[in-house]
């Protein structure tokens, strides 16, 4: 059993930095595959990024090439998001999730099997 947790989110302006955090419990943090997707009401969850146990395969999604970063400290059981230039359409609830293994079907939700409560992350002027 993995539980997510995860926080970090607030509001802020186009232009603008965050920094959201997933820390994780449970063991084996480096045999997951963590990931980051976002969801605004009334639409499907989207991927954002995802980091293989041992990072060496890192994924984002073409909206976010260039602005957010996905890190983890697997001595900290912990995934980052860095996020920035902010726009108004990165605007979603974010939920990490951890997925055993890696495999190519990394941007699908079915994927993870463990997700946290997710994060509000508001960009507006």
């Known amino acids: 059993q993995v539980q997510l947790a995860d926080s970090g989110g607030g509001l802020v302006q186009p232009g603008g930095s965050l920094r959201l955090s997933c820390a994780a419990s449970g063991r084996a943090f480096s045999s997951y595959t963590m990931a980051w997707f976002r969801q605004d009401p009334g639409k499907e969850r989207e991927f954002v990024a995802a980091?293989?146990?041992?990072?060496?395969?890192?994924h984002y999604a073409d909206s976010v090439k260039g602005r957010f970063t996905i890190s983890r400290d697997n001595a900290k059981n912990t995934v980052f998001l860095q996020m920035h230039s902010l726009k108004f359409e990165d605007t979603a609830v974010y939920y990490c999730?951890?997925?055993?293994?890696?495999?190519?079907?990394?941007?699908?939700?079915?994927?993870?099997?463990?997700w946290g409560q997710g994060t509000q992350v508001t960009v507006s002027s």
């Open positions: 980091s293989s146990g041992s990072a060496i395969y890192i």
């Open positions: 999730a951890a997925g055993l293994g890696y495999s190519g079907n990394y941007y699908l939700p079915a994927k993870y099997n463990y």
